[in-house]
């Protein structure tokens, strides 16, 4: 832990997110059973909160109020609690953004461009109307489009925020719709980014559209992306095919400014081969020679493929999306790699939507591989035993802004096989078993041979005497536990908020 400076006031820290996994429980009185998750900015969250809490940081957190979602005892019980909540406002670190629009929801984002658009509005119009003014914080951290407007609104106020972004993705609106949700825009539109420079608030309040991530990136004082080799990469323009010019640029005025960090993201700590509920047979680090193919056998079964601990599975735990994540190079050689490896009886599992399914189901069906080739629609359970079964993972994308199983999988001792690209190129390197070095199999260039070449490796690794094998293993699982964890992405984010505000986070009182 960082020292403490016995001067001054702890500054109070402002995190403001539309999903949440946990609050530590002296935090809040209605922190038991608070949980609001889509994705990992949940987890994120989560972790970076209870870290600050924990270490004494004046911490509070901003976000929807979802009656619904949240499971408390019962509706009179938390209509109880929460009276008292707004007693008690000013001694609360937690600060809901309430609007019906909140209350009825079954999930945290909508699956309709207009519906997403209304919610961030009125997300947003909360935190600026509302929260803000009464919390009076010192530092605000937000995260991705759907809190674009705030860095704005913070910067005129002269108050300093931290932006992050998780992924490329951007919402347009006007500063028309923004104010008719209720936000007073033309206090801070200049700090906005829109479509074309502005000439004046008039003639662009209707006709200029808002980008509201560049927006974020633009105004706010500093900003990060989860993985530091993307950052560099949308930089350097490897990715302008996929990253909006505008997002590029402003990401590089801050790149090069020094105002911009890669932190990666940590896995769930429910990704844990020693309590995880969904699998057949707990196991850890040193008990993994023994109990992890019985996962193995249980997986098998579950999706159709042949039940032999003796095969060589390859798991493929992302969705199906040939713009990101590279399912057509697979599809190329799926059945070269299964026809070469013949003797070992290779298998490839999907447990995974998108649009590649039907590829892989007719691979499967035209040679009659359903016992080596399985298909299955995504389902959360299923995943998670399939990376306690899995020997490989099977993450091959052209560009990724993080990544999650290529760290999940260490942690079950399945390994990953990558494309050199972005977090995966921070999270895996090349298995060297005679030096005891590396996580995984790494292939420098985005095409098929790429991947094959990649997948050859794997299984000369799976052709090694077992001994060796699982000593590999052993030490890969340990490094991971080590490595990818909340606690060091959490301590990552105090360093820049250290940075930001010219002086230690948690200080002695006077």
């Known amino acids: 832990m960082r020292k403490r400076n016995r001067k001054g006031k702890n500054p109070k820290i402002l995190i403001v997110t539309p999903e949440i996994t946990y609050l530590p429980q002296k935090m809040s009185s209605l922190a038991a059973g608070l949980s609001a998750k889509a994705g990992g900015l949940a987890d994120v969250s989560a972790s970076l909160v209870a870290a600050l809490f924990e270490m004494g940081a004046d911490v509070h957190v901003a976000m929807p109020y979802y009656r619904r979602i949240f499971n408390f005892d019962s509706p009179d019980h938390f209509e109880s609690k929460r009276q008292n909540y707004q007693s008690r406002l000013s001694q609360e670190r937690l600060h809901f953004a309430q609007d019906r629009i909140f209350f009825y929801r079954d999930r945290v984002y909508s699956g ?78 200049k700090n906005l980014y829109f479509e074309r420079e502005p000439q004046r608030y008039e003639e662009s309040r209707a006709a200029n559209p808002v980008d509201l991530l560049t927006s974020g990136i633009f105004a706010a004082h500093f900003i990060n992306t989860v993985s530091p080799t993307f950052l560099r990469e949308i930089v350097e323009g490897l990715h302008d095919a996929f990253v909006p010019a505008c997002i590029k640029q402003e990401l590089a005025n801050k790149y090069y400014a020094g105002c911009a960090k890669g932190i990666l993201n940590a896995p769930d700590p429910d990704n844990d081969p020693e309590t995880d509920q969904a699998l057949s047979v707990n196991f850890n680090r040193e008990n993994m020679p023994d109990k992890k193919w019985r996962n193995k056998i249980a997986f098998q079964k579950a999706t159709g493929l042949h039940a032999n601990p003796a095969s060589p599975l390859f798991f493929w735990p992302s969705r199906l999306d040939p713009v990101q994540k590279g399912p057509e190079l697979l599809s190329n050689i799926l059945y070269k790699v299964i026809d070469q490896f013949w003797p070992q009886q290779p298998q490839f599992a999907f447990v995974a939507n998108g649009e590649y399914q039907s590829v892989f189901k007719g691979i499967a069906d035209h040679h009659g591989l359903q016992n080596h080739i399985a298909v299955m629609d995504f389902n959360d359970e299923l995943s998670r035993l399939g990376f306690a079964a899995a020997d490989f ?118």
């Open 393 to 510: 993972i099977l993450m091959p994308s052209r560009f990724e802004p993080c990544g999650l199983p290529q760290m999940i999988g260490p942690l079950y001792g399945a390994l990953p096989i990558v494309h050199d690209t972005g977090g995966l190129h921070d999270t895996v390197s090349h298995l060297e078993a005679e030096r005891n070095q590396g996580n995984g199999f790494v292939f420098k260039f985005y095409d098929s041979e790429g991947l094959h070449w990649a997948i050859e490796e794997a299984m000369s690794f799976y052709q090694q005497d077992q001994e060796l094998k699982n000593r590999q293993i052993q030490r890969i699982m340990g490094e991971a536990k080590a490595s990818f964890n909340h606690a060091n992405t959490a301590d990552a984010y105090i360093g820049v908020y250290e940075q930001m505000l010219e002086r230690p986070l948690v200080q002695w009182q006077q």
């Open 112 to 189: 309709y461009h207009g519906e997403s658009m209304k919610i961030s509005l009125v997300f947003q119009r909360e935190i600026i109307n509302n929260i803000i003014p009464r919390v009076r914080p010192d530092l605000i951290h937000c995260n991705d489009w759907m809190t674009g407007l705030i860095p704005s609104y913070a910067r005129q106020m002269g108050i300093p925020s931290l932006f992050t972004v998780h992924n490329i993705h951007t919402q347009k609106t006007s500063l028309e719709q923004i104010e008719n949700t209720g936000v007073d825009a033309a206090y801070f539109w």
